[in-house]
């Protein structure tokens, strides 16, 4: 396998780790190894890079990214620490060497600087080190944390001027079971939460995850939805091409008091899922 074969599969590992995040996943590349590659596996991405022996003298502000990536990058205890503080609560650390392998001491490392939740394995099969760690988040309250991202998109949007890649909806999936559980011949099949609206009735839309989840919970705590097992993401263009209306991020003042209705939609036409 020639090296840039091999980047692109570490940059594919790196795909996996990236955090959920509002409608534009905020990214900083260090030396700009990666960015570009992951680039390509994911559309959602506002990047830029930073050389790494600057990165602890040019820190960009606290808070502002939600991953930081090092390909190949040594991790020093200044990268460490300014990667910790240009996070925001929740946002992730991803770090890959081609050449490394698994130690406990890289987790003793992240833990003094005050990662959680790390993560330290084979990167690819034989080839390679995931180093990860996130920074911690200021509640324990998971709402409040899915709140804190979701934050990032504003409510009641026109769907028309929306600039993010992606939409997602609220699903009730029948049969509610995974693709490998199926039995021979059953399919799924997904209805998608709406409202009615004049004479004609608009689906519920959120501009990502953690938006259609902080709207989620809530409601249905107040048993305003009920029976939704899943959340779809279907890309822009596509959901520009269907017949229905489209309320993005509603308020829960908007659905109260009203009786949801379920759209058909093609399960086929959806994106990958987030994390």
Do not use: C
């Amino acid at each position: 396998m020639d090296a840039f074969s091999i980047r692109r599969h570490l940059a594919a590992v790196m795909a996996k780790h990236l955090p959920p995040s509002s409608s534009t996943l905020r990214l900083l590349d260090l030396d700009g190894r990666s960015g570009d590659l992951l680039a390509t596996l994911r559309s959602d991405l506002d990047s830029r890079h930073i050389p790494a022996t600057e990165f602890g003298h040019h820190a960009p502000l606290p808070g502002a990214f939600d991953a930081i990536v090092a390909l190949d990058i040594a991790l020093s205890d200044t990268v460490l620490a300014t990667a910790l503080q240009s996070l925001r609560d929740g946002g992730r650390f991803i770090a890959i060497q081609s050449n490394g392998t698994v130690s406990q001491s890289h987790l003793r490392r992240l833990r003094e600087h005050g990662y959680v939740r790390i993560l330290i394995e084979p990167a690819l099969d034989g080839l390679g080190l995931l180093i990860r760690g996130e920074k911690r988040h200021a509640t324990a309250d998971t709402l409040e944390r899915i709140q804190s991202v979701a934050s990032g998109d504003d409510d009641s949007l026109e769907i028309s001027r929306f600039r993010g890649r992606y939409v997602h909806f609220l699903i009730q999936q029948r049969p509610n079971k995974p693709v490998w559980k199926l039995d021979p011949g059953e399919r799924i099949s997904w209805r998608a939460a709406a409202i009615k609206r004049d004479s004609s009735r608009a689906l519920l839309a959120f501009s990502s995850l953690p938006k259609a989840v902080g709207f989620m919970q809530p409601s249905i705590l107040a048993e305003i939805i009920h029976d939704i097992n899943k959340v779809g993401k279907f890309s822009l263009s596509t959901v520009q091409k269907w017949e229905w209306d489209i309320i993005l991020n509603p308020s829960s003042d908007l659905i109260h008091g009203e009786t949801l209705s379920y759209i058909d939609i093609d399960p086929a036409l959806a994106e990958a899922p987030d994390e």
